[in-house]
């Protein structure tokens, strides 16, 4: 049996009282996002009414106003500052080379594949793998700083326009309106095809960036995280094994940890890294991955979503079952047929959040996300101190303290 939910559903479902009086996917109250909207309006139809001078001034103005929504309450974090300020120059480097990547001489694709990164965001995928690669050149070399290999940026550009193209298409399949405090690109161009066919761009630029590094393994390697996104995704619409835990945790792993795994363990093998070194920065990865997606299934039972910059309290009602709810299930078995039929009758969703909310499966999970973060820092143990080797325990321990 597959679900067939989708956010837009929800929105006209009842739960929309769970969530207070306003509905659920409102757009965020953020100044910048009428701008935005004012700005662009529907591109997709000026497009064909207006010329094509006055489509890409209106592009241009959108990004301007995007500009302004930058440094999140993570990116400020006294943890973070010390981890994202090691690797800033890089960080720029590598949104001025994606925005490269993605000119043509399609003006609206160009815009929709850039939409988002003109957003700050978490870029914790980016961060993780820009600090890994130094620490990395740093252990090789026997240093206390290093630099990041240009191969090494460049494999950091692919696997954030993977992830980018994902949320492109995620966000269709969630009918999702709000993505990081703005319009998703369906709601802001009123095209799901557009949202579609600009990730499918995405992953073409990434898959054309992968055949000049001219490294079989790395491309196997990137080509497995694309297949897991897939098998994970897929994973998720099914309900048959809903219930059970080690199916959440393989899910887990290949819809969210899969990507910082393997691109992690690819960015040691593009510099020829020893086995062991290889094998520290794919458990790194891996285990990091896993605390950063069971912290986000956390956050949609606690956290806000001015804070998530994305509607949250939504997962029950789009029928997924995450962490807290397989937790409060050992407890109080009706949730069990809850699961079974999706959430989907009426008074389900209140249901599941009470019982959630009447044992300890919120700090149960919370536990669990931290025990995958002290795997990940145990597994650095053995790689030689280095600035960027204290910044991934740092950022560790931020993925599971976050609130956003
Ligand atoms: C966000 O999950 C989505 C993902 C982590 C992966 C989505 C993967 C696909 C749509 C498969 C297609 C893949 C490619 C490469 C095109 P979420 O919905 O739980 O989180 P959210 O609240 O941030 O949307
Ligand atoms: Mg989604």
């Given amino acids: 049996m597959f679900r067939n939910l989708t956010k837009a559903n929800i929105l006209r479902s009842n739960n929309a009282s769970l969530l207070g009086s306003k509905p659920v996917l409102r757009f965020q109250t953020r100044k910048f996002t009428s701008t935005i909207d004012s700005a662009a309006g529907n591109l997709a139809s000026t497009a064909a009414s207006l010329g094509m001078d006055t489509v890409i ?19 400020n974090s006294p943890a973070s500052k010390e981890a994202f300020g090691i690797i800033e120059d890089d960080l720029h480097k590598l949104n001025n080379n994606i925005f490269k990547l993605l000119d043509t001489k399609h003006t609206l694709l160009s815009a929709m594949a850039r939409y988002y990164f003109h957003l700050e965001g978490k870029r914790i995928r980016p961060t993780i793998m820009l600090l ?103 994973m998720q619409t099914k309900t048959e094994n809903a219930e059970n835990f080690d199916y959440y945790m393989k899910k887990t792993y290949l819809k969210t940890a899969s990507l ?101 499966s919120i700090k149960r999970t919370q536990d669990l996300a931290n025990y995958y973060a002290q795997q990940a820092i145990q597994s650095l143990s053995k790689l030689s101190p280095s600035v960027s080797k204290e910044a991934l325990v740092n950022l560790a321990n931020l993925v599971v303290h976050r609130n956003q």
């Fill in 260 to 360: 910082i795994a393997n691109s992690c363990r690819a960015t040691a093998v593009l510099v020829n890294a020893p086995p062991e070194i290889v094998e520290i920065s794919t458990q790194y990865g891996k285990n990091v991955g896993i605390a950063f997606q069971i912290v986000d299934d956390l956050l949609d039972f606690t956290g806000t979503s001015d804070q998530m910059g994305k509607p949250v309290a939504v997962d029950l009602s789009l029928g997924i079952a995450t962490a807290p709810v397989l937790f409060a299930k050992e407890q109080f078995p009706e949730l069990s047929s809850l699961i079974k039929r999706n959430f989907q009758q009426s008074g389900d969703v209140e249901r599941a959040l009470e019982l959630v909310r009447k044992n300890d």
């Fill in 57 to 75: 001034k209106l592009v241009k103005k959108v990004e301007k106003a995007s500009f302004l929504i930058k440094d999140s309450a993570v990116k």
């Fill in 132 to 234: 890994i690669s130094k620490a990395i050149q740093a252990s090789i070399s026997n240093t206390t700083t290093s630099n990041v290999d240009p191969r090494q940026l460049q494999l950091a550009e692919i696997t954030e326009m993977i992830h980018t193209a994902s949320l492109l298409h995620d966000d269709v399949l969630d009918a999702a309106d709000v993505r990081r405090g703005v319009p998703s690109i369906q709601q802001q161009y009123k095209s799901n095809k557009f949202s579609i066919l600009a990730g499918d761009y995405l992953l073409a630029k990434a898959s054309l960036s992968l055949a000049t590094l001219e490294n079989h393994e790395v491309t196997k390697l990137i080509s497995t995280i694309i297949s897991d996104l897939v098998e994970g995704e897929f």
